[in-house]
């Protein structure tokens, strides 16, 4: 019998096959929106989609957590010189058996908003860069999917384009503001990224979500690589994909190993 790490492996394979499969059907143009996924600091709004699926979490590694992260990024022009650019996170989430003697747990996590306020133009050496507040809500529906408290931060963002190649980081530090200010959580997210778009329109990243928590001295890093490609249904252009993650560092509340996700784009040019 085939766990379930195995057969999402096999539904993986199924992604990537006709994704290299639809490489010989873009039409030109194709690749430019392709590769717009790689920017969150986009000037068209998109809605990207993620599902992920870990195993072995919690303090006796019996855990299970399937996640969707519905993530809209939606720009405004503010002048001739800035933009706003809004990033949402919405996290639903199915966990079982992480917690000892809780059982299972479904629903909304904590909800997080970073606005990047951005010059239109890039500096002198072609950077693209964003910085603002980062708000995280306590929204989650169960104790047990949250942090139970609001916090407050800031966000930055720094990209270049060359050629088919994107690269930059991410960077917010967010501190829990109920009571003592960072409290209950300090914590410091730092994400690389590197992202190559082919010809055919398919877009292969690399990049790492890395987390440090100051309150306890733990690091969470996960490196992943994912691979996107760009189709039209009817007049919709969407991107679709997946990845693998694994788990260089882990704390008892992360996965160990390696994990896997599903990616959906869709993008609303102007």
């Known amino acids: 019998m085939m ?11 199924f992604v990537f096959c006709s994704a290299v499969m639809a490489e010989e059907n873009v039409a030109k143009g194709d690749k430019d929106l392709a590769q717009e996924i790689a920017n969150p600091l986009t000037t068209m709004i998109m809605v990207p989609v993620q599902f992920e699926y870990n195993e072995n979490i919690g303090p006796d590694d019996d855990g299970t957590r399937s996640t969707i992260f519905v993530q809209p990024i939606i720009p405004f022009e503010l002048t001739e010189d800035w ?17 000892p003697g809780a059982g299972s747990q479904s629903g909304i996590g904590d909800i997080s908003e970073s606005l990047f306020f951005s010059p239109t133009k890039p500096t002198d050496n072609g950077w693209i860069t964003g ?28 990209l270049k384009v060359d050629g088919s190649i994107t690269y930059g980081f991410l960077a917010n530090q967010v501190y829990s503001v109920e009571g003592h200010v960072g409290g209950t959580y300090s914590n410091t997210f730092i994400q690389p990224f590197f992202d190559y778009t082919t010809e055919g329109a398919m877009t ?67």
Request: avoid cysteine; hydrophobic fraction near 40%; glycine fraction near 10%.
């Open 83 to 99: 933009n706003l650019i809004t990033r949402t996170i919405v996290p639903f989430i199915q966990q079982d058996d992480i917690f």
């Open 131 to 158: 910085y603002g507040p980062y708000i995280q809500l306590d929204s989650a529906t169960d104790d047990y999917l949250g942090y139970e408290e609001h916090g407050l931060g800031g966000s930055f963002i720094a």
């Open 204 to 270: 292969i990243e690399l990049t790492s979500e890395t987390n440090y928590n100051w309150n306890n001295d733990e690091w969470s890093i996960p490196v992943t690589l994912t691979a996107s490609q760009f189709f039209m249904v009817g007049d919709q252009p969407i991107l679709v994909g997946g990845g693998f993650k694994y788990w260089v560092e882990s704390t008892a509340a992360d996965p160990e190993g390696l994990s896997l996700n599903l990616n959906l784009y869709l993008l609303f040019p102007k």
């Open 3 to 13: 766990n379930v790490t195995s057969k999402l492996a096999i539904g993986m394979g």
